[in-house]
């Protein structure tokens, strides 16, 4: 996307069909029922270690950027809203001297600091060794989440999670990870004995269990897959979200695609869910609130994807 038109986009806001259990257009007072629960989503993809702001050289996207003003603007939002749910979707290392000299711990650190509840696992976060991920997975404060690598026989076993269920207030949300497939992409000296599994068939496999076993209201997958290719035999988001079954949201990384608003796509049951990516670089912030009817178990959704750039939250 030309950097002139992404920035007229960004902050675009606009509703997204949910469920169906909503009139097709949601009023503020209809918002302000008590019977009506809000959760917003705050989501990163493929930050690659850039910490700081892209320097004014004229660049694609010089000013904009940098960790300290998206936790500026996270804490922001957290004072406004109740219920807020941090999501990243991997690729949290390499890209900048700070991974070359501190391995993903200063990245790590940050993310801590900025109170993420969760990850998934990028093909850059095995660029240390699968022993430097388990180190820096050790000294965070949220999980990596993934149900379709197996790491049984190797330094990652036990480090991380398939899935994690969150309550926000009412509304209990399940949260699952899934990767790309490593060979070819990661030498297999840095992947050891990890073994790759299907993960349309494990996302659905975790889906099912989140929303049927747990009875979660929402289920949303955090996909390191790309959002599309060429090829049709390389699963994407889009071929995910096409053949799922229980998933309401996927929010992903890898390809670096910067969409002003998420793609509603059609899945395996005939039910619309969304998919969304916000580029790379910690360049933006994607938002997502998310309203419930708990008596009719619907939900409606409202997007905006947020450009940091030097005020903080918009790029004027």
């Known amino acids: 996307m030309k950097r002139r038109h992404f920035i007229k986009r960004a902050g675009i806001t606009t509703f997204l069909a949910g469920s169906g259990a909503f009139p097709d257009l949601l ?19 493929d930050v ?8 004014m050289d ?15 603007l996270i804490k922001k939002i957290r004072a406004t809203e109740k219920q807020v749910l941090l999501l990243d979707c991997g690729d949290v290392f390499q890209g900048t001297p700070y991974f070359n000299l501190y391995n993903g711990e200063l990245d790590i650190k940050v993310m801590s600091e900025m109170q993420y509840d969760a990850s998934t696992i990028g093909n850059h976060e095995f660029d240390a060794g699968m022993e ?20 049984s026989d190797t330094p990652l076993l036990e480090k991380t999670l398939p899935y994690k269920i969150f309550e926000k207030g009412a509304i209990k949300i399940g949260v699952l990870g899934v990767g790309i497939e490593l060979e070819g992409l ?23 269990i989140l929303k049927h076993d747990h009875k979660c209201d929402y289920v949303i997958c955090l996909s390191h897959l790309g959002f599309q290719y060429k090829r049709n035999d390389k699963v994407s988001d889009q071929i995910l ?20 608003e998420p793609l509603a796509v059609k899945n395996a049951a005939g039910r619309s869910i969304l998919i969304n990516q916000v580029g790379f670089a910690g360049i933006c912030l994607g938002r997502l609130d998310v309203y419930f009817e708990k008596r009719k178990k619907g939900f409606r959704s409202e997007s905006s994807l947020i450009a940091i750039g030097k005020g903080e939250g918009n790029f004027e």
Do not use: W
């Open 27 to 45: 009023t503020a007072a209809d918002l302000e029922r008590p019977e009506i629960e809000k959760l917003c989503i705050l989501h990163t993809n």
């Open 241 to 260: 979200a096409e053949r799922s079954t229980d998933l309401d949201l996927i929010l992903g990384g890898h390809t670096h695609t910067f969409l002003p």
């Open 132 to 151: 430097g991920l388990a180190q820096q997975i050790d000294k965070g404060g949220f999980p990596f989440l993934n149900c379709n690598y197996d790491f």
């Open 186 to 208: 990661v030498p297999g000296y840095l992947i050891g004995n990890t073994q790759y599994q299907d993960p349309i068939a494990q996302a659905n496999k975790y889906a099912a």
């Open 48 to 55: 690659h270690s850039h910490l700081e702001p892209f320097p």
């Open 58 to 72: 004229g660049g694609r996207f010089e000013g904009m950027g940098g960790a300290a003003r998206r936790l500026s």
